[in-house]
T-cell receptor, first 113, second 113 residues
Framework: NAGVTQTPKFRVLKTGQSMTLLCAQD?????MYWYRQDPGMGLRLIHY???????AKGEVPDGYNVSRLKKQNFLLGLESAAPSQTSVYFC????????????FGQGTRLTVV | AQSVAQPEDQVNVAEGNPLTVKCTYS??????LFWYVQYPNRGLQFLLK??????LVKGSYGFEAEFNKSQTSFHLKKPSALVSDSALYFC???????????FGAGTRLAVHP
């Protein structure tokens, strides 16, 4: 089992460029999440999905879009990257019947210059 | 507002000594509380959780945590620290539905030989 896999692991973008981060999980989890991690701020929820074809906004959704066309995949898009989006992005997933214990990917370190 | 606070940016402890990493929370209703650990360049790993029942919960790698409802705290503890315990520790609380989590800012634990 690979668990939760994120691609790419590192990326440098220029301001205004777009990109998509891919998250794939092989545990048949219903719920998936995108968080960003910034120093001194912990992890903050960007968007989440409770099932195939559904998405919802989290705490810091502005500047991001998401899609979940397949149950195992959750994509995070940046349409026009800004330096404020420089961060480490983590994808996570949980069981529907779970109580909150999440499985995390290894992260994507994104730098916007 | 619902929140999690980790009052210490860093905790230093000598190998073999007991360690405590502090966490306090503010949520409505009964809290579902979690501790996660992050090793360098890795995603977060679930350590333990409190849902209900015994106030002392045991988790992975010899860690335990004590839930105190009157003090709204959920401190992480270990009787004897190891150098390999050095990592970033996050306290989290489940909020709303769909297993969404709010994280504290994190506490860096440094265990010295």
């Amino acid at each position: 089992n690979a668990g939760v896999t994120q691609t790419p692991k590192f990326r440098v973008l220029k301001t205004g460029q777009s990109m998509t981060l891919l998250c794939a999980q092989d545990m048949n989890h219903e719920y998936m999440y995108w968080y960003r991690q910034d120093p001194g701020m912990g992890l903050r929820l960007i968007h989440y999905s409770v099932g195939e074809g559904t998405t919802a906004k989290g705490e810091v959704p502005d500047g991001y879009n998401v899609s979940r066309l397949k149950k195992q995949n959750f994509l995070l898009g940046l349409e026009s990257a800004a330096p404020s989006q420089t961060s480490v992005y983590f994808c996570a997933s949980t069981f529907l019947q779970g109580q909150g214990e999440a499985f995390f990917g290894q992260g994507t370190r994104l730098t916007v210059v | 507002a619902q929140s999690v606070a980790q009052p210490e940016d860093q905790v230093n402890v000598a190998e073999g000594n007991p360690l405590t990493v502090k966490c306090t929370y503010s949520v409505s209703g009964n809290p579902y509380l979690f501790w996660y650990v992050q090793y360098p360049n890795r995603g977060l790993q679930f350590l333990l959780k409190y849902i209900t029942g015994d106030n002392l919960v045991k988790g992975s790698y010899g860690f335990e945590a004590e839930f105190n409802k009157s003090q709204t705290s959920f401190h992480l503890k270990k009787p004897s620290a190891l150098v390999s315990d050095s990592a970033l520790y996050f306290c989290a609380v489940r909020v709303g539905g769909y297993n969404k989590l709010i994280f504290g800012a994190g506490t860096r634990l440094a265990v010295h030989p």
